[in-house]
T-cell receptor, first 115, second 114 residues
Framework: AQSVTQLDSQVPVFEEAPVELRCNYS??????LFWYVQYPNQGLQLLLK??????LVKGINGFEAEFNKSQTSFHLRKPSVHISDTAEYFC?????????????FGQGTTLQVKP | NAGVTQTPKFRILKIGQSMTLQCAQD?????MYWYRQDPGMGLKLIYY???????DKGEVPNGYNVSRSTTEDFPLRLELAAPSQTSVYFC?????????????FGPGTRLTVL
């Protein structure tokens, strides 16, 4: 079984400041790792994913995430945020050996970018 | 391509009523999913389907039913609605295995049961 914990429910930050959204996971099997973003009143869309290889993954809109196997973490970062980054962010995992594509989501982190 | 579409966008039900949430995708994806999103709880998988005629339960299937007669459509049925089913419901689809494929989400249906 897998579980995902997002360590902060809300992260307020000023525009142009850096931000880190934290994600830890627990799993008895190997997993793929994802970050999805949900803008207000919209569905989720993929920001980035880690499959294998380099532990630093770059995604859309200037976001990146780093996979740390020893700490079972997959934290999301952006060096300079914009007002338009205000949204809810979800970390998720899926079973590498599975064939259903099922995702296990964290509770979500609301990023509030202030002017 | 319209992607994943969901209807209705909003609905208020009385306790004990039934309804069907509609979901359709035009990307020829075999895999489709229904999630519910509750505040502070993330998304929980209700049911999923790996192809027409094949469905299976997710984490929170009680009180719901699904069918998949075509590749495009994956309706979610609520029987005997209860206040605990007040939530936002998202439908998603993805390409076939393996499980690293991106899921594409619809805009959601906000359901209130009073």
């Amino acid at each position: 079984a897998q579980s995902v914990t997002q360590l902060d429910s809300q992260v307020p930050v000023f525009e142009e400041a850096p931000v880190e959204l934290r994600c830890n996971y627990s799993s008895s099997v190997s997993v793929y790792l994802f970050w999805y973003v949900q803008y207000p009143n919209q569905g989720l869309q993929l920001l980035l994913k880690y499959l294998s290889g380099s532990t630093l993954v770059k995604g859309i809109n200037g976001f990146e995430a780093e996979f740390n196997k020893s700490q079972t973490s997959f934290h999301l970062r952006k060096p300079s945020v914009h007002i338009s980054d205000t949204a809810e962010y979800f970390c998720a995992v899926s079973d590498r050996g599975g064939n259903t594509g099922k995702l296990i989501f964290g509770q979500g982190t609301t990023l509030q970018v202030k002017p | 391509n319209a992607g994943v579409t969901q209807t209705p966008k909003f609905r208020i039900l009385k306790i004990g009523q039934s309804m069907t949430l509609q979901c359709a995708q035009d990307m020829n994806h075999n895999y489709m999913y229904w999630y519910r999103q509750d505040p502070g709880m993330g998304l929980k998988l209700i049911y999923y389907s790996v192809g027409a005629g094949i469905t299976d339960k997710g984490e929170v299937p009680n009180g719901y039913n699904v069918s998949r007669s075509t590749t495009e459509d994956f309706p979610l049925r609520l029987e005997l609605a209860a206040p605990s089913q007040t939530s936002v419901y998202f439908c998603a689809s993805s390409l076939d295995s393996p499980s690293y494929n991106e899921q594409f989400f619809g805009p959601g249906t906000r359901l209130t049961v009073l």
